[in-house]
């Protein structure tokens, strides 16, 4: 798939305010500080579409951008720590699983798992309820030029492992790099089949 067109719509953190399900959605999310505004960006190969930052909590709204005038991507917050009060963190939260479960055109949640890190307690609980309410998502490990091949693909075994001891069967999973633009055309022929999929069933 080529990028032709990249447009912020809208941001909100009502549903209802959402745009039309008129066109296929992909919602991107994962713990704060995962490199989400890093990938977006590359993914659609704009340099500052989604707000980039190294303070935790940057996005705090539901972010709509359309892209080549027929699909949605989706920014969502971030889950876990993040430098905001619990309150807030809470609400995201709220509004966070309203989307999800309700946004009827949603075809792909796309969770972001930092490389770099072992096995993530809030990663996998996000995962389990994902499945649990049988929603759609595939597994996007971020930041793969940040450690050496060795330890990257042992952090990828042990969750694979760890995930397996729950799962009959683990979910797509997807290797990326922002920075090398590792990942860029997996990524996009994937949405790009789920589109046609949209298509046939509207």
């Not at 909100?12 to 704060?32: Q, V």
């Not at 699909?71 to 309150?87: E, F, H, I, K, T």
């Amino acid at each position: 798939m080529e990028i032709l067109s990249a447009q912020f719509v809208i941001s909100n953190t009502d549903i209802s305010k959402c745009p039309a399900p008129s066109m296929p959605e992909y919602a991107f999310i994962g713990r704060s500080n995962v490199g989400k505004s890093s990938l977006i960006n590359m993914l659609v190969n704009r340099k500052d579409m989604a707000k980039t930052s190294g303070k935790p909590g940057k996005t705090q709204l539901i972010n709509h951008f359309v892209i080549n005038e027929n699909w949605y991507l989706v920014d969502l917050p971030g889950y876990g720590y993040a430098q905001v009060s619990r309150d807030k963190r809470d609400t995201w939260a709220k509004f966070i699983n309203e989307y999800i479960l309700g946004r009827e055109n949603l075809m792909c949640t796309f969770v972001l798992v930092d490389s770099r890190l072992s096995p993530q307690k809030i990663d996998l609980e996000f995962m389990d309820w994902l499945g649990e309410n049988g929603i759609p998502f595939v597994i996007v490990f971020t930041k793969m030029d940040k450690l050496s091949k060795s330890k990257i693909a042992n952090n990828i075994k042990n969750y694979k492992e760890e995930m397996g001891r729950s799962w009959d069967e683990l979910p797509q999973c997807f290797y990326t790099s922002a920075e090398m633009k590792e990942g860029r055309k997996e990524l996009l022929d994937f949405i790009s089949q789920a589109n046609q999929v949209f298509k046939k069933e509207a």
